[in-house]
């Protein structure tokens, strides 16, 4: 919270002195209009080249063994975290309470998980989950936070996977929504 404080701020001051007329800011909104000229020339100034628009920058790839890249998969796969042959890549607490789902189901006894739970139980649209889901990751020594963001029907939904570094793994140990007010450790299947 501190930092973003901080980066706001500093920004702010950053666009301020831009704003004050220095030459600082000519690189932050490109090149100054053109200068009056003082031999009462009247013409229109010189057409310039139009500038498109920036485009966005594309998305940093995913590397191979990160958090990110342990996640990722349950939002190409609907469901992914309910087949207990992904089950290698979790851990206690959310690997516990997928075998009880998993013991549940096979008792006959009902579901006791969403089959959606990493879309933040949202209808399945797969073309507008890709279009607008966003990562960012956050490792903190043998722990890491991946948050994903996407839009469905006009609705927002964030999501906070947990993961652990174990055996020089990462392991996913807790799934949480944001949006939604729910932890996969929470639920007591049984």
């Known amino acids: ?8 701020l500093s920004s702010l001051s ?5 704003l004050n007329g220095g030459t600082s800011a000519q690189g932050l909104f490109g090149s100054p209009p053109p ?5 009462g020339d009247t013409s229109p100034p010189a057409a310039t080249p139009e500038t498109r628009p920036a485009e966005p920058a594309p998305a940093a790839p995913v590397l191979p063994g990160s958090p990110t890249a342990v996640v990722k998969p349950f939002y190409e796969h609907l469901g ?13 607490p959310a690997k516990t309470v997928l075998d009880k789902s998993d013991a549940l189901r096979t008792s006959g006894q009902g579901e006791c998980l969403d089959p959606n739970m990493a879309l933040d139980n ?6 507008a989950i890709d279009k607008s889901l966003r990562t960012i990751e956050a490792v903190n020594g043998d722990e890491a936070k991946v948050v994903v963001a996407f839009v469905v029907e006009g609705h927002q939904h964030r ?18 929504s944001v949006t939604g007010e729910w932890a996969l450790s929470q639920y007591q299947c049984e």
């Not at 200068?35 to 031999?39: C, W």
């Not at 949202?122 to 073309?127: G, P, Q, S, V, W």
């Open 80 to 92: 992914l975290e309910l087949d207990p042959a992904q089950r290698k890549n979790f851990i206690d």
């Open 159 to 176: 999501l906070e996977w947990k993961l652990k570094k174990v055996g020089g793994n990462w392991k996913i140990s807790d799934l949480l």
């Open 35 to 39: 200068k009056a000229s003082s031999g």
């Open 14 to 18: 950053m666009l301020a002195a831009g």
């Open 1 to 8: 919270m501190l930092r973003r404080l901080v980066l706001a």
């Open 122 to 127: 949202a209808d399945y649209d797969k073309l």
